[in-house]
T-cell receptor, first 116, second 113 residues
Framework: GAVVSQHPSWVICKSGTSVKIECRSL??????MFWYRQFPKQSLMLMATSNEGSKATYEQGVEKDKFLINHASLTLSTLTVTSAHPEDSSFYICSASTGTGGNEQFFGPGTRLTVL | KQEVTQIPAALSVPEGENLVLNCSFTDSAIYNLQWFRQDPGKGLTSLLL?????REQTSGRLNASLDKSSGRSTLYIAASQPGDSATYLCAVRRVGSWGKLQFGAGTQVVVTP
């Protein structure tokens, strides 16, 4: 149980295009989902927290207009990187939790984004 | 602001030796602490979750201790195997943080045959 999937697992795009990454909880309902990014050899940095049916809460320094997050259902959250640039290339990981206060988080396998 | 530090940053041991990985945090008002394993280019696998009221958790060859008052957690891996080679991350969830996890930078472990 407690499986989280991400799609796609990797994506290459041209500079200026938008990319959507999906995060799904497969066998439980995720009230809260989190989006992280990870640069090579570095740890995970929280980008935003999303609760189903409400606007995402972004961490300081994260551009909300560039990283659009939608949590339309209890099993799906999407992250759209708008007008992607090479500096947006990174490993994006989502996690899902069953409680609003945050019980154990279950992590997806990650999405490798490369912007040319 | 909560800061999480992991020492050492990298560790190489021969197969069969026990591994000791350290994690320290500056704010003792935590809800829980979690240890993860990350293989290159992959997501995170949860290893152990210790609630703030607990002193330790065990799973197979893994044992994690928590000393909240001193802001420390230690992950012990007994009788290491080459398959244990990975990066190990600790993360703390602060009280009142709405589930947000603060991660350490990780310890990269290599177990040589």
């Amino acid at each position: 149980g407690a499986v989280v999937s991400q799609h796609p697992s990797w994506v290459i795009c041209k500079s200026g295009t938008s990319v959507k990454i999906e995060c799904r909880s497969l066998d439980f309902q995720a009230t809260t989902m989190f989006w992280y990014r990870q640069f090579p050899k570095q740890s995970l940095m929280l980008m935003a927290t999303s609760n189903e049916g409400s606007k995402a809460t972004y961490e300081q320094g994260v551009e909300k207009d560039k990283f659009l997050i939608n949590h339309a259902s209890l099993t799906l959250s999407t992250l759209t990187v708008t007008s992607a640039h090479p500096e947006d290339s990174s490993f994006y990981i989502c996690s899902a939790s069953t409680g609003t206060g945050g019980n154990e988080q279950f992590f997806g396998p990650g999405t490798r984004l490369t912007v040319l | 602001k909560q800061e999480v530090t992991q020492i050492p940053a990298a560790l190489s041991v021969p197969e069969g030796e026990n591994l000791v990985l350290n994690c320290s945090f500056t704010d003792s008002a935590i809800y829980n602490l979690q240890w993860f394993r990350q293989d290159p280019g992959k997501g995170l696998t949860s290893l152990l979750l210790i609630q703030s009221s607990q002193r330790e958790q065990t799973s197979g060859r893994l044992n994690a201790s928590l000393d909240k008052s001193s802001g420390r957690s230690t992950l012990y891996i007994a009788a290491s195997q080459p398959g244990d080679s990975a990066t190990y991350l600790c993360a703390v969830r602060r009280v009142g943080s709405w589930g947000k996890l603060q991660f350490g930078a990780g310890t990269q472990v290599v177990v040589t045959p």
